[in-house]
C-alpha cells in the first residue's frame, strides 16, 4: 500500500467519524429536549396530584357520591 492510498483512507475514515459524530450530536440535542419536556410534565403531573390530594376530602372514596343533605333541619 502507497502512502497516498492510505492517506486517502484515513481521510475517508475521518470524514465518516466527522460526519457520525455531527448526527450523535443531533440525537443527543433532540433527546435533550424530549427529556426536558418529559421532566416537565411528570412535574406538572406531581403538582396536579397534589393538590387534588389537598383538595380532596380526607378518607373518601372515589367510588361514592359526594353526600348530600336533603333533610331539613329543624327549627
Do not use: C, F, W, Y
Not at 457520525?20 to 429536549?33: P, S, V
Request: aromatic fraction near 0%; glycine fraction near 4%.
Amino acid at each position: 500500500m502507497n502512502i497516498t492510498k492510505l492517506l486517502a483512507d484515513l481521510q475517508d475514515q475521518h470524514d465518516r467519524a466527522t460526519a457520525q459524530a455531527g448526527e450523535l450530536r443531533d440525537q443527543i440535542e433532540h433527546l435533550t429536549a424530549a427529556l426536558a419536556e418529559t421532566e416537565a410534565r411528570l412535574a406538572d403531573l406531581a403538582t396536579t396530584r397534589k393538590v387534588i390530594a389537598e383538595l380532596a376530602p380526607a378518607g373518601g372514596s372515589e367510588s361514592e357520591p359526594p353526600e348530600t343533605n336533603t333533610a331539613t333541619r329543624p327549627s
